[in-house]
């Protein structure tokens, strides 16, 4: 168990509608990133939020948005979804270990159909 | 700017023989770390080592241990005594210098994936 908690594990929707997903990091991490996996991108940084505030911007798209609340957890908001918006998406957490470790939830597996 | 490469799709090994996943890097930062990750066909990303680019010795976690060679900046994963639950997907990763009280990104490679053949 990374202690990085993930929710929901699986998530179907169809195109055009809006999903949000929930992330709870590690107890004492203050940095939490997101990531999505798709078949033809690979591992891709979304953004990354430290201690409540955006830290730094990937290949995220302008229907996609983010945010960290006060007690650290973080979600995913994604619109308007499109076929290609399925993907494996994750989220780590950082901090509490010098940065020696980045710890993954077990991932939200999308499916827009 | 970073990169990952890891230019083997696919591997596969004979069970309790050991087997080296290449991977190298590019960044003008001093300072990264550089992780192997294992994921398994359930999904989840499970992390196995660091190596830090300061660190003088390579590391090293049960069976798996990193052969870092900073010069020519390869950060290959070694697995020992291969088990058939090590077939899965192997990604390395690297993390650019952090900011006060904090961590950058990875930027992971495409991934190899490994078979272990009984």
């Known amino acids: 168990d990374s202690g990085v908690t993930q929710t929901p594990k699986h998530l179907i929707t169809a195109t055009g509608q809006r999903v949000t997903l929930r992330c709870s990091p590690r107890?004492?991490?203050?940095?939490v990133y997101w990531y999505q996996q798709s078949l033809d991108q690979g591992l891709q940084f979304l953004i990354q939020?430290?201690?409540?505030?955006?830290?730094a911007k990937g290949n995220i798209l302008e229907r996609f948005s983010a945010q960290q609340f006060p007690d650290l957890h973080s979600e995913l908001n994604l619109s308007s979804l499109e076929l290609g918006d399925s993907a494996l998406y994750f989220c780590?957490?950082?901090?509490?270990?010098?940065?020696?470790?980045?710890?993954f939830g077990q991932g939200t597996r999308l499916t827009v159909v | 700017a970073q990169k990952i490469t890891q230019t083997q799709p696919g591997m596969f090994v004979q069970e309790k023989e050991a087997v080296t996943l290449d991977c190298t890097y590019d960044?003008?930062?001093?300072?990264?770390?550089l992780f192997w990750y294992k994921q398994p066909s359930s999904g989840e990303m499970i992390f196995l080592i660091y190596?830090?680019?300061?660190?003088?010795q390579n590391a090293t976690e049960g069976r798996y241990s990193l052969n870092f060679q900073k010069a020519r900046k390869s950060a290959n994963l070694v697995i020992s005594a291969s088990q058939l639950g090590d077939s899965a997907m192997y990604f390395c990763?690297?993390?650019?210098?952090?900011?006060?009280?904090?961590?950058?990104?990875?930027?992971f490679g495409a991934g190899t994936r490994l078979a272990v053949h009984p």
């Open positions: 780590a957490s950082s901090g509490l270990t010098g940065g020696t470790e980045a710890f």
């Open positions: 990763a690297m993390r650019e210098s952090g900011f006060s009280g904090g961590y950058n990104k990875l930027i």
């Open positions: 107890s004492g991490d203050l940095s």
């Open positions: 960044t003008s930062d001093p300072s990264y770390g």
């Open positions: 190596q830090g680019s300061y660190d003088q």
């Open positions: 939020y430290y201690n409540g505030e955006e830290r």
